[in-house]
């Protein structure tokens, strides 16, 4: 299912044609996750598209063995298909940065800006397991051999989410399949083109994998921010991440 801000639902300023933030969210995740959002964006006249990958959220009853990294970047390369999306802002979080990067390297034409938030930059060849710590890959690694062998459960929440909060996403968090972590990004075009920026959480673990990816995006001037919140601003600080997002989309 596409979570799509339709004209009806929108309030605020008009939506103008090149304003489509488009989401590749996060593992274990789902359109669900960035409700908080949309409010927000389409106050600053954005048009958000968080699109839930096949077996995940609403969308979990297509889990299968073979689901992976490819099939989420098939999901979102046929949302920007069928919603004749061009000119877009493609935001990729935390694991979504993996198909964000599949999705830029297969239609750039169509891309604006891509922005990472907190997520993993990976190049030709990489699965997301080679981009975390061993401290981290025996975690997930774990979580498959005490589960179904197929589905790796989810990571804990960053500890400053609200009990609240941790309520709402553990209920609705779910098992994503191996083959989304393990299977390499293959690029066709290399390092890409479009236009980039990083937006790194500062409240981080100490052993943080994402950290090198927000020092290469300093390094090679790419657009840099930083932002007070832990891993998921979306839903700890999404007034701050909405600011963000709109000032570098305009």
Known sequence: MVHNAGPKARKGRDVKQGNTILVAHGAWSAGWSWKRMHPLLQA??????????????????????GTSLETHIQDLLGVIKFEELSDIVLVAHSYGGMVATGIVDRVPEKIRRL?????F????GQSMLDLVPDSHRAMLHKGLTEGDGWRIPPMPVPPDTTAEDRQWIERLRMPQPLHCFDMPL???????QVPRTYIYALRAPPADPLRPFAERAQRENWG???????????????????ALLTDIAA
Not at 121 to 124: G, N
Not at 225 to 238: E, G, M, N
């Open 121 to 124: 930059v990976p190049q030709h």
């Open 44 to 65: 600053a006249g954005q048009r958000l598209i968080v699109p839930t990958y096949t077996g995940l959220g609403e969308r979990e009853h297509l889990a299968a063995r």
């Open 224 to 242: 840099y921010h930083d932002i007070d919140a832990s891993h998921s601003p979306h839903v700890t600080a999404p007034q701050a991440l909405a």
């Open 115 to 119: 922005i990472y938030v907190d997520a």
């Open 186 to 192: 293959q690029l066709q075009r290399g390092d890409t």
